[in-house]
């Protein structure tokens, strides 16, 4: 019987760069391989990089990397992100040993794949793909009823079509009142690589001025690791 693997782009120790969870260390295991092509990606290296590992091997590294509080085990934050790291199986069965370990583990996931297989121990922040993704077509929209309150919804947006967009889908679905946090993110400028053209970024102002003006219950939100460490640097 062949041992369960996954193919693992990076597996690093970092801080929280997003989310309700911003600031805090975590260890992040990104996954290879995505199905979307998001206008404004910025892992796009995690197409294709990586190589196979048991999941014995990467439970053995994040615990390797991980400092540990005194006289606890298996503390701290574990984010599974990709690429789409809902495309390999295998994941389900990580993030169950991860959380079995006592660790609190956040899913970051583009939305266009099934959570519902996910334990439900696990936290799942679900980036529905806004109009200027180039990738709304593909938001597997059932997700929506599948949501808990400990989840996380994350709208990336490109421009002020995008922020109406995701205003209106956050009212017809209730979102403020059945996850724990909506977050809205301003897209960074991106440039263009092999296989994306890129994008220019969108203000952080406007964004505030659009929440504060229509009275939001969302969080606003920046890309703390790319501010600390900049936009291009990996492992962060």
Known sequence: MNEATLSINEIFHSLQGEGTRIGRPCTFVRLTGCHLRCTYCDTEYAFHEGRRMTLDEIIEQVERITPQKTGTRGSGLVEITGGEPLLQPNVH??????????????????????????????????????????????????????????????????????????????????????????????????????????????????????????????????QLHKLIWGPQARGV
């Open 93 to 222: 069965p990580l993030m169950s040993r991860l959380a079995d370990a006592g660790r609190t583990v956040l899913l970051e996931t583009g939305g266009a794949c099934d959570i519902a297989p996910c334990d439900r121990r696990v936290i799942r922040i679900v980036d529905l793909k806004t109009p200027g993704s180039g990738e709304c077509d593909r938001n597997d929209w059932a997700n929506l009823d599948r949501l808990h309150e400990r989840d996380e919804i994350k709208f990336v947006l490109t421009d002020r079509a995008d922020y109406q967009w995701a205003r209106k889908v956050m009212s017809e679905h209730n979102l403020p009142g059945r996850v724990a946090a909506v977050l809205l993110s301003p897209v960074q400028p991106v440039p263009a690589g092999k296989e994306l053209p890129g994008t220019t970024g969108m203000s952080l102002k406007d964004l505030a001025q659009w929440v504060l003006e229509d009275g939001l219950d969302v969080t606003v939100q920046v």
